[in-house]
């Protein structure tokens, strides 16, 4: 039997508990100082706010990564750098295709590997000719990452782009520069380079060695002459070391930071990995987070494999407590690069909803990867697939059941959003609607953007057959909090 899937869509905005709440300002970062009580330090927590770009980030929910590449011509996981430019063997490319399907599927950003371990680029970059330069598509003049800026831009959809840290053929090449124990001198970014001059004029002054330099130079190109990016994902994958290469990831971030303002950085200060590859979400995912690092180089969490990041003993023992939203990624493949379509196993519609649902209903955004095949596509199987989730997105959430119920007097409306105010001496709220609705998910939300994440535990009880029953408890909420339950109706 199919069954009827509806939701309604609760806001709820939190209020202090404690009476110095007055005294704290809502910040992206507090310190925690040596002297603070438990207390003050749960207070001062719970004034932990998301940066604008990290909120709008939240805000794209369902968004795209894709993987492509020599490894998809070679049908492996890694290149090692050494692979012949040519090898990518491309005819065609239809990124409308990717991006259309991409909408469908209700996503709001596609983030494009740029640039994967092995080190062939996707652009037509200045500093390098292991890239698309040196295949036969489109003659050598072709450029994935223009077409797919275009694309984006056709649908609607936001740009990302994955530039590797780490680079195969800068370590295994005779006259690559990761690694080649070069000084850290002073360097203008970006490099000059004959007949090919920049629109965009800004300069910077970075002291870095050869390999942060050319790293440098090629964000400036990407970050100046694709349109708008919205994230810069930088992942701690090393295959391969050599010469004690470090990242000036100081640098990075300023350029970044200059020249992309609307974007955020995966892997560094706004979002961090989930900890697997498996789209698995914890029950529990805080995004106020305690740190003990330098201030000024926050990145991954050090123990991202534990349950929960953000529980009262871990704020106890932190030096500063941040904001880092987490990422779950997974792909709709078996692995992240296109290999056939016989041997290589797609995700179900079921599977993939299913993320969706644990994922952004688990106060965290989905990013699933679809790789595209060797014709510059993607595959029947993934279109079928993403077409299916979108559907069945807008089915189960296009309409809230409670837009007119009657509740708690203290409503508030604030840009198109009503916002409840749940109070210490009396935290619940009780919502009751004209007519019996039957539904069986319930979407919680709290105003993280003014007063974080307050929720530790809640519960939701239905009014049937004239008694108060229980049908949904989870511990935190957050930025989205998806409840699913048996199917349930009730007034109240």
């Given at each position: 039997m199919k069954l009827k899937i509806s939701t309604g869509i609760l806001f709820l905005q939190g209020i202090s508990m404690y009476t110095n709440a007055q005294q704290i300002q809502p910040a992206?970062?507090?310190?925690?100082?040596?002297?603070?009580?438990?207390?003050?330090?749960?207070?001062?927590?719970?004034?932990?706010?998301?940066?604008?770009?990290?909120?709008?980030?939240?805000?794209?929910e369902f968004i795209a990564f894709i993987h492509f590449g020599?490894?998809?011509?070679?049908?492996?996981?890694?290149?090692?750098?050494?692979?012949?430019?040519?090898?990518?063997?491309?005819?065609?490319?239809?990124?409308?295709?990717?991006?259309?399907?991409?909408?469908?599927?209700?996503?709001?950003?596609?983030?494009?590997?740029?640039?994967?371990?092995?080190?062939?680029?996707?652009?037509?970059?200045?500093?390098?000719?292991?890239?698309i330069m040196s295949t036969?598509?489109?003659?050598?003049?072709?450029?994935?990452?223009?077409?797919?800026?275009?694309?984006?831009?056709?649908?609607?959809?936001?740009?990302?782009?994955?530039?590797?840290?780490?680079?195969?053929?800068?370590?295994?090449?005779?006259?690559?520069?990761?690694?080649?124990?070069?000084?850290?001198?002073?360097?203008?970014?970006?490099?000059?380079?004959?007949?090919?001059?920049?629109?965009?004029?800004?300069?910077?002054?970075?002291?870095?060695?050869?390999?942060?330099?050319?790293?440098?130079?090629?964000?400036?190109?990407?970050?100046?002459?694709?349109?708008?990016?919205?994230?810069?994902?930088?992942?701690?994958?090393?295959?391969?070391?050599?010469?004690?290469?470090?990242?000036?990831y100081d640098a990075w971030k300023k350029l970044i930071h200059t020249l992309a303002p609307k974007a955020v950085i995966f892997g560094q200060e706004d979002i961090r990995w989930c900890g697997n590859e498996s789209g698995v979400t914890r029950n529990t995912e805080w995004n106020v987070l305690p740190f003990n690092d330098n201030l000024n180089n926050i990145a991954q969490m050090k123990d991202e494999m534990e349950d929960n990041l953000g529980r009262r003993d871990r704020l106890y023992n932190a030096k500063f407590l941040h904001y880092q939203q987490a990422e779950t990624n997974t792909s709709i493949r078996e692995g992240w690069f296109y290999r056939d379509d016989v041997y290589q196993k797609v995700r179900s519609t079921d599977d993939v909803f299913d993320i969706y649902e644990r994922s952004v209903g688990g106060n965290s955004t989905f990013l699933l990867n679809i790789p595209p095949n060797r014709e510059g596509k993607f595959s029947a199987k993934d279109v079928e697939v993403l077409k299916e989730t979108g559907n069945r997105i807008r089915e189960t959430y296009g309409k809230n059941l409670l837009q007119n119920a009657r509740g708690?007097?203290?409503?508030?409306?604030?840009?198109?959003?009503?916002?409840?105010?749940?109070?210490?001496?009396?935290?619940?709220?009780?919502?009751?609607?004209?007519?019996?609705?039957?539904?069986?998910?319930?979407?919680?939300?709290?105003?993280?953007?003014?007063?974080?994440?307050?929720?530790?535990?809640?519960?939701?009880?239905?009014?049937?057959?004239?008694?108060?029953?229980?049908?949904?408890?989870?511990t935190n909420i957050g930025y989205k909090r998806i409840l699913r339950f048996p199917e349930v109706t009730t007034k109240k």
């Open positions: 992206n970062t507090i310190a925690i100082a040596p002297t603070d009580s438990k207390e003050l330090i749960i207070e001062k927590a719970a004034h932990v706010v998301p940066t604008k770009n990290q909120l709008e980030a939240l805000r794209n020599p490894n998809t011509f070679t049908r492996m996981e890694w290149g090692n750098g050494m692979e012949d430019p040519k090898i990518f063997d491309l005819k065609e490319l239809d990124t409308d295709q990717w991006c259309r399907s991409l909408k469908e599927a209700g996503m709001k950003m596609v983030i494009l590997t740029v640039k994967h371990h092995d080190g062939f680029v996707l652009w037509q970059s200045r500093y390098t000719d292991h890239g036969n598509f489109r003659d050598g003049k072709g450029d994935i990452l223009r077409d797919l800026s275009k694309s984006c831009q056709k649908y609607g959809l936001k740009l990302g782009v994955y530039l590797s840290p780490a680079d195969l053929y800068q370590i295994e090449n005779p006259k690559g520069l990761y690694g080649n124990l070069s000084k850290y001198t002073k360097r203008t970014i970006p490099r000059e380079v004959p007949g090919r001059s920049f629109t965009n004029k800004t300069k910077f002054e970075f002291e870095v060695d050869d390999y942060n330099e050319y790293f440098l130079n090629q964000l400036f190109e990407i970050l100046t002459e694709y349109g708008p990016v919205h994230e810069v994902w930088f992942d701690g994958a090393h295959p391969k070391r050599k010469g004690g290469q470090s990242y000036n708690n007097k203290q409503v508030l409306d604030h840009n198109d959003t009503t916002y409840t105010l749940l109070k210490k001496d009396n935290p619940q709220l009780i919502l009751e609607t004209a007519a019996p609705v039957t539904f069986n998910r319930l979407v919680l939300q709290e105003a993280v953007s003014t007063h974080s994440e307050r929720v530790e535990s809640h519960a939701v009880d239905a009014w049937i057959n004239g008694n108060w029953k229980e049908i949904a408890r989870a």
